[in-house]
Structure formats: C-alpha cells, structure tokens
C-alpha cells in the first residue's frame, strides 16, 4: 500500500516537470520569436498552447540510426573530439 502511494507520488512528479519543462520551453521559443521581431511558435492550436504535444510527439516518433556498415567508434567519438578540438584553441 505504502509503495504504490510512493509511485504514483513519482509518477504525477515526473509528469509536471515534463509538462513545465514543455512550457518553458514554449516560453523561450516566444520570447525569443519577439526578440528576433518574427512569429513565434503559435501555428497549432490556440495561441501555441499544442506546440510543446506536438514537439513531444514528433520527439517520440524519432527513430534511432543503427551502424551497420561504418565503424562504430569514430562516428561516435568525432563529435567529443571536435568538441575537445575547439575548447582546446
């Protein structure tokens, strides 16, 4: 009894931080659209409000590439050593 108490308490945690981290970020993404003097996200649904579902959506549905015939190692370490490259001039 006590557990599943301690579960869904993470549980409705975990999804209110999903869905503030959304509208921060939809937030940014206005203010950003005002700074830049363009329109910001606010083409789906009311006033944006459907954007960060959408955006989540379309993050989900991503599928992953898998390396079949390249060599695994320098496709992945490239970007770090890119990155190691410029902090390092």
């Keep these: ?3 599943s ?5 993470y549980l409705i945690l975990i999804v209110c ?6 509208f921060v970020t939809l937030l940014e993404r206005k203010i950003l659209g005002f ?11 009311y006033i944006g409000i459907l954007q960060p579902f959408s955006d989540a959506v379309k993050l989900f549905t ?6 079949t015939v ?7 370490f490239s ?4 990155l190691f490259l410029s902090l390092l001039v």
């Design 1 to 3: 009894m006590f557990r």
């Design 5 to 9: 108490i301690i579960f869904v308490n």
């Design 17 to 22: 931080v999903l869905v503030r981290v959304a």
């Design 35 to 45: 700074i830049q003097i363009r329109f910001g996200p606010n083409k789906i649904g």
């Design 62 to 67: 991503k599928e992953q590439i898998t390396l």
């Design 70 to 76: 390249s060599n695994f190692l320098p496709y992945y």
């Design 79 to 82: 970007p770090v050593f890119r």
